[in-house]
């Protein structure tokens, strides 16, 4: 499993690899890996060797939030929205038929190697 940038130094990941990797994996079938995870604004996103998982922002509350599990195969289109030239912002949009989900990254993550690290397993 590979950990990414979480932002905040060394120790900081260090921590958060550890945290993410131990919420994600009470999520995993028998077989399923875990294959990497990325900060998020609001927690992490995990990418297995079947599936993306993450907390779904929008339907937060106080008591309560919602993991949403994505088949690589039923996502239909990941969208990344460029700021400039040469740059990105921190936030990838991911679409079902069901709807679209946006996940905003930490503002040190390298956002490209998250689209492309996606992109590799929808493509």
């Known amino acids: 499993m590979h ?12 921590g958060n690899r550890k945290k993410h990797a131990e919420e994600a994996e009470q ?3 028998e077989g399923e890996k875990l294959q990497s ?10 990418f297995t060797s079947h599936r993306i998982l993450f907390v779904d922002k929008s339907v937060l509350s106080k008591s ?9 195969g039923k996502i239909e289109e ?3 929205e ?9 936030n990838i949009e991911i679409t079902t038929k069901k709807e679209t ?13 998250v689209y492309r690290d ?6």
């Open 64 to 72: 309560k939030s919602v993991v949403v599990s994505i088949p690589y």
């Open 78 to 80: 990941i969208a990344i």
């Open 82 to 90: 460029k700021t400039g030239f040469f740059s990105v912002s921190n």
């Open 118 to 123: 996606l992109a590799k397993r929808i493509c």
């Open 3 to 14: 950990e990414r940038r979480e932002g905040m130094g060394f120790f900081k990941r260090a």
């Open 37 to 46: 995870t990325y900060g998020l604004l609001v927690d992490f996103v995990a």
């Open 101 to 113: 989900h946006s996940l905003t990254f930490l503002k040190d993550t390298n956002v490209m190697e």
């Open 27 to 29: 999520f995993l079938f």
